[in-house]
T-cell receptor, first 113, second 115 residues
Framework: DQQVKQNSPSLSVQEGRISILNCDYT??????FLWYKKYPAEGPTFLIS?????DKNEDGRFTVFLNKSAKHLSLHIVPSQPGDSAVYFC????????????FGKGTLLTVNP | EAEVAQSPRYKITEKSQAVAFWCDPI?????LYWYRQILGQGPELLVQ????????DSQLPKDRFSAERLKGVDSTLKIQPAELGDSAMYLC?????????????FGSGTRLTVV
């Protein structure tokens, strides 16, 4: 049973436009959420995170929004750049789970010049 | 910038053979994780260490997989015997402590192909 779902396997956007990557979760015990970026043949790189006590966190071009009632979070990248092309993983953790991360399947973002 | 070192980067092995992966976490990081990422899936935790102790190995197939972190520093993950379904990327990550560094640092991984 997938507790973290990324329902879009891929997304293609034009350079300079906004990229919106979505993630849904089912486990109401999750209280911390993270986004990772992964290039082929490399390990995931941490991008941005958000605690369940917040509904928005911003870091430069990256903003994560959390809607707890809908069990939904999204990552906004503005403006998108070709170097942002990668697989993006949503991950979640629950207090008391020893901070184990549960990942979604990932979304391949392609930013076209 | 400090890195999590993993070796080898790539490994091809025949089914039923033994294979081992090595990970050296960032110096001072007490917590070490081994994740497995099957193509098209997200990473899944296999085992988590706090210093030399196993914190979580509930998803580790213990009939064929073993992991150790004898001195609480580097770690080895072993598969014996390897099966075709073990083909995946094996990722090591480390963090400063159980409560810290949610953005824990991943290594570049070992890509295992079992033929």
């Amino acid at each position: 049973d997938q507790q973290v779902k990324q329902n879009s396997p891929s997304l293609s956007v034009q350079e300079g436009r906004i990229s919106i990557l979505n993630c849904d979760y089912t486990n109401s015990m999750f209280d911390y959420f993270l986004w990772y970026k992964k290039y082929p043949a490399e390990g995931p790189t941490f991008l941005i995170s958000i605690s369940s006590i917040k509904d928005k966190n911003e870091d430069g071009r990256f903003t994560v929004f959390l809607n707890k009632s809908a069990k939904h979070l999204s990552l906004h990248i503005v403006p998108s750049q070709p170097g942002d092309s990668a697989v993006y993983f949503c991950a979640a953790s629950a207090m008391g789970s020893n901070y184990k991360l549960t990942f979604g399947k990932g979304t391949l973002l392609t930013v076209n010049p | 910038e400090a890195e999590v070192a993993q070796s080898p980067r790539y490994k091809i092995t025949e089914k039923s053979q033994a294979v081992a992966f090595w990970c050296d976490p960032i110096s001072g990081h007490a917590t070490l994780y081994w994740y497995r990422q099957i193509l098209g899936q997200g990473p899944e935790l296999l085992v988590q260490f706090q210093d030399e102790s196993v914190v979580d190995d509930s998803q580790l197939p213990k009939d064929r997989f073993s992991a150790e972190r004898l001195k609480g520093v580097d770690s080895t993950l072993k598969i014996q015997p390897a099966e075709l379904g073990d083909s995946a990327m094996y990722l090591c990550a480390s963090s400063l402590d159980l409560e810290g560094n949610y953005g824990y640092t991943f290594g570049s991984g070992t890509r295992l192909t079992v033929v």
